[in-house]
């Protein structure tokens, strides 16, 4: 298995004129998680926004397999499931048409929907239009791209939030299996996280 390998190189960022990390550097490599922990403004979301060249930062660089990914940002682009805070989702559409657009943008073919669903607890919701979604349901359709078709990289904002026990061990155990199969991963949490058969490295911001 090729060894890939995402690294941050001497990063600052600066959000309305306060600095929120500077000369942060870390890399993380095929089959391996990268959790980002700190208090609310510390940073996490921001850092990975640089991560998934949705953001640039003030100095530094982030590069993929020796290349800047803000360089080639479409190509990067391709490689990677980015999962945000806000869900992303279409509110007007149903669950069913918010995965036939994701499918559409990311010009994949898409299997085993259904099953995915009854996995989420999404299936008997199909027909219904996200804004009717709980916020745990969002949060499940938010994450079920990352189940339907493989990327080498997620970068994923607090995965486990509004996700009940079961919602969370299924995305665990994804976690885990996207990860033994040579995926990296790089997610911020406040829950505690700890997966016994993976290599993981924790990064914690400190607000200043």
Same mark, same amino acid.
């Given at each position: ?91 007007? /559409? =149903? ?6 657009? !994701?499918?559409?943008? @990311? %010009? ?7 099953? $995915? ?57 994804? /976690? =885990? ?6 995926? !990296?991963?790089?997610? @911020? %949490? ?7 058969? $993976? ?10």
């Amino acid at each position: 298995m090729e060894i890939k390998t995402l690294q941050a190189i001497n990063l600052s960022c600066v959000r309305q004129y306060k600095t929120l990390f500077s000369d942060f550097s870390f890399s993380v490599s095929s089959g391996e998680l990268l959790l980002i922990e700190g208090e609310n403004g510390a940073g996490k979301s921001s850092l990975l926004r640089l991560l998934a060249s949705l953001a640039t930062p003030i100095t530094g660089d982030v590069t993929w397999q020796g290349e800047s990914i803000y360089q080639s940002q479409t190509d990067y682009r391709s490689e990677l499931h980015y999962v945000g805070h806000a869900n992303g989702l279409k509110l007007g /559409l =149903t669950v069913a048409e918010n995965l036939k657009l !994701i499918n559409y943008l @990311s %010009s994949a073919t898409i299997k085993n929907t259904d099953s $995915i669903l009854q996995s989420l607890q999404l299936f008997k919701e199909k027909n219904k239009q996200a804004s009717h979604l709980s916020a745990g349901q969002k949060r499940r359709l938010a994450l079920a791209k990352l189940f339907l078709f493989p990327k080498q990289i997620w970068i994923v904002d607090e995965p486990l939030t509004a996700l009940d026990l079961a919602s969370q061990e299924f995305f665990l155990h994804a /976690l =885990t299996s996207h990860l033994k199969q040579g995926g !990296i991963a790089v997610i @911020s %949490s406040h829950h505690a996280i700890s997966l016994s058969t $993976i290599k993981m490295h924790t990064l914690r911001l400190t607000a200043c």
